[in-house]
């Protein structure tokens, strides 16, 4: 049985309860990526309004917010609240996504890249949202504005004190038109930029969070916006102390320990937090399989295996071995993330190919070539007795196929479902399985996240390479389910058990030839 | 559509969600200065004397260097480092020492220094010295002040007329 460490098996309970609110489609623990880029157009939605209200001055900078929040509040101070709201649930859903990635163990080996651009990316966040504050220019924007100050005046790069700005007579226009361009250009800029990095290394790349979802959450902040409206502090006042304020922990939470740390203190509490976050990919690293590797003997070009990847490790190009073909695939090992995925995706992975002699494929991983693989579901399913006859397909990072065998029920497990060809399937009917179970990583979070997505594909809607239609359905069963979800498999199991059994006298409805090329 | 069971749930959710994005958008709240208290805030901009005086060459001196270096008085560029107190009600408050900046530390110095002190009527007395080679204070500057809750007395000092300015 895989052991399952305390963090992850309580993620996972959270994800099954959210399963149950949500469905898997709409979970909000699957899609806290595409969630926060929502919060994030709600936030460019809503600031754009409010600056077209906003006045870029000392003086005017204050009345301006406050006409927005009062005088127009059934909508500029909607506007407001929607935009201060979705930016903090931005922070949530981004600080939900790494916690997501750490109990997963999905940010080492092959995701390094994603963890360690994404650490600074929430920084860049974070200080857009503090250059946000500054605007108001009520007293905690004051607060935010020289605090911020005292710790820029701690960098070396500084020359001047920077804080000394907010002192009476000091301050000038010009501060509110730099703090306008910084909150509206070029920290954006910066921050899609940064984003743009953060993904550099996928593929299939989701933006847009599932429409359900995205109304829900629209509504519940409109609702937030409505019963609890965000309104500012008094004006700032050089002369005084902001002495009370409810700050956005969200954002301002370190502010606070300057009153107890200097800003090189600070500084260095942060930069080394940021740090560890940064290099724990190699906190101890992970290891990641052997790179997939192309026969070009078996490869005529197609490239779907490069459609499929989800890690934008295989390209196309140009024949180098004058073959007929026009294009070869070739892979970048320094991107695969061994997850076999393009195996399930190449034609030429069809058992009922090469009988009696070695099977290849146009692109395989060494450490369960496609051979093996038929090797050893002829051997597993040879060594089944009984009645119904079971044959169960799962994956390495889901719940552990091994638990279910039986004498009459074999299993197997890949390095993702997404790596096994549908022909498989067919080949394992033809050769004594009474039915088909297939497992895997829960719907909508694939360890490789696209394996589950490609596999319902090849089987139901026809993406390459398709399941045939004669292949009898109703002996084929797709079950998904985490490591901590035993029960539920071995009852779903059962239950196909049973269902096999009835089937017993009606014959399987299968290829009958010897080649089973679609 | 959900069923209604499901909506139920998702509207719990919202509502947590929500009422987590809700609470800690304001709360809980900071309390930086009791109403006992206010600030005084020292913000100096000052350079401080060279560390050496000016040496005039001689004409012995001037005659040993090509004619394109003689420059006839050779200044240090290090200057002093500044070293400022201030006292209320005869208690240090502030008490620092800043070297100056720069490579060859000829840079002025900038200060920005904030304590919280109680409220009330107080003495305060500045002490400053920016020439290593005096003893004591250069400078020395005393006002009797009268502190509100959360008000903020800023220390300065006016290069123009070589002293403090307390407002």
Known sequence: MKSVNPIKR???????????SFGAEWNPLYHLGTLTFFFFWVVLISGIYLFVFFDTSLTGAYNSVQ??????????????????????????????????????????????????TGVPTLWFVITLGITGYWLVWDELGLYVAVLSSQLMDALPIVAGSMASNFLEGQLTDRFFTLMAFLHLLGQPVLLIFALWIHVKRLSHVEISAPRGLAIG??????????????????????????????????????????????????????TGITGLLMIMPWLPPKKTGTAAEVHLDECN????????????????????????????????????????????????????????????????????PIDEVRSRTKAALDALTGETRLIVF??????????????????????????????????????GADGVFITGCRNGDCYYRYGNVWMDKRFNEGRKPMLRERVD???????????????????????F???IAALQNAPVNSASGEDGNA | MPSAKRLILQLVNYTLFMGLVWYFSFSPQYVRLTPEESMITLALSHAGKPVQECHRKSQEELAKLPPNMRVLEDCPRERSPVKIEVLMDKNPVIDDVVDPPGLYKDQG????????????????????????????????YRKSVSLESAQLLVIQFNSGQNQFVIR
């Open chain 2, 109 to 140: 110095v900038d200060i920005y220094k904030s304590v919280k002190v109680p409220t009330g009527d107080h003495e305060i007395e500045i002490r400053m010295n920016d020439n290593i080679r005096v003893k004591g204070a250069t400078h020395h």
């Open chain 1, 67 to 116: 006409y927005l929040t009062h005088d127009q509040w059934y909508f500029g101070g909607v506007m407001r609240s929607l935009h201060r709201y979705a930016s903090d649930a931005a922070v949530m859903t981004i600080v939900l996504h790494m916690f997501r990635e750490f109990a997963l163990d999905r940010y080492r080996g092959f995701r390094w890249f994603s963890w360690l």
């Open chain 1, 10 to 20: 309580g993620y996972l309970a959270l994800e099954a309860w959210f399963n149950i």
């Open chain 1, 497 to 499: 058990s049973i269902r």
């Open chain 1, 301 to 368: 070009g197609c490239g779907q295996c490069a459609v499929d990847c989800p890690f934008d490790a295989i390209s196309v190009q140009t024949r180098t071995d004058g073959a007929r073909w026009e294009y070869e695939v070739a892979v970048n090992e320094k991107l695969c993330a061994a997850c076999g995925i393009c195996v399930g995706s190449c034609h030429s992975s069809n058992p009922f190919r090469s009988s009696g002699k070695v099977l290849e494929t146009g692109i395989d991983m060494p450490q369960f």
């Open chain 1, 394 to 431: 799962g994956c390495d990072h889901a719940f552990d196929a091994a638990e279910l065998k039986s004498r009459n029920i074999a299993a197997m497990s890949f390095l993702c479902t997404g790596m096994v060809p549908p022909t498989l399937v067919e080949y394992a009917l033809k050769n």
């Open chain 1, 217 to 270: 959450s629209f509504i519940a902040l409109l609702a937030l916006s409505f019963i609890w409206p965000a309104v500012s502090h008094a004006p700032a006042d050089l002369h005084k102390v902001p002495a009370v304020l409810n700050l956005d922990w969200f954002y301002l939470n370190i502010y606070p320990a300057l009153d107890y740390l200097t800003a090189g203190q600070t500084w260095i509490i942060t």
């Open chain 1, 473 to 495: 359905r109703s002996r084929i069963h797709v079950f998904r389910a985490a490591v901590t979800d035993g029960r539920q498999i071995k009852n779903e199991l059962a239950g």
